[in-house]
């Protein structure tokens, strides 16, 4: 097992095309996290999933984003009509809290995505 | 709402100098914090976290819940210890399972 792994790690799209990337966690990881990251600036969360529950969603997280993970292994992340804004590098990671307060959550090379 | 700062966006130090990197936090529960280390061209990864109270490549870092803050902190800098540095919170009282992150701090150690 390599980590979480990330495709594409880079995506360049125009304005108004969706886009889908994937996220392939640490094998018997039941969380699962996406996060954002613009120049400059740290991570900003996104969401989480434990197993196929969705259970934790961040205000930036638009209804333009959806994300899945339909057999709490892999998941996708779908932006619709893109727009420049969205251009960041897109973070996964997973974890396996079995006793939570020692949770550590393992990150993906990241997908770098460019709307132009 | 929870925040984290790190005032510094470059910090650099001499070779053996020590180095601190700060970071403040912002938050009305009980927070969980956490150090993550990003080096060139590698995927972001945990250096510390508080409850372990452990050193890790010679760091240590204390929460100051009077101060609200969770500085790092290595007595001897090392060439390999350059990198970017991120502050994270959680909360650990059952809320959010998302890291609240600073923007980072950009460590050179120079020769």
């Known amino acids: 097992d390599t980590g979480v792994s990330q495709d594409p790690r880079h995506k360049i799209t125009k304005r108004g095309q969706n886009v889908t990337f994937r996220c392939d966690p640490i094998?018997?990881?039941?969380?699962l996290y996406w996060y954002r990251q613009t120049l400059g600036q740290g991570p900003e969360f996104l969401t989480y999933f434990q197993n196929e529950a969705q259970l934790e969603k961040s205000r930036l997280l638009s209804d333009r984003f959806s994300a899945e993970r339909p057999k709490g292994s892999f998941s996708t992340l779908e932006i619709q009509r893109t727009e420049q804004g969205d251009s960041a590098m897109y973070l996964c990671a997973s974890s396996f809290p079995g006793l939570r307060r020692v949770e550590t959550q393992y990150f993906g090379p990241g997908t770098r995505l460019l709307v132009l | 709402a929870q925040r984290v700062t790190q005032p510094e966006k470059l910090l650099s130090v001499f070779k053996g100098a020590p180095v601190e990197l700060k970071c403040n936090y912002s938050?009305?529960?009980?927070?969980?914090l956490f150090w993550y280390v990003q080096y060139s061209r590698q995927r972001l990864q945990l250096l510390l976290r508080h409850i372990s109270r452990e050193s890790i490549k010679g760091f240590t870092a204390d929460l100051n819940k009077g101060e609200t803050s969770f500085h790092l902190k290595k007595p001897f800098a090392q060439e390999e210890d350059s990198a970017m540095y991120y502050c994270?919170?959680?909360?650990?009282?059952?809320?959010?399972?998302?890291?609240?992150f600073g923007k980072g701090t950009h460590l050179i150690i120079q020769p």
């Open positions: 938050y009305s529960g009980s927070p969980e």
């Open positions: 094998s018997e990881h039941n969380r």
């Open positions: 994270a919170l959680r909360d650990s009282g059952g809320g959010a399972d998302g890291l609240t």
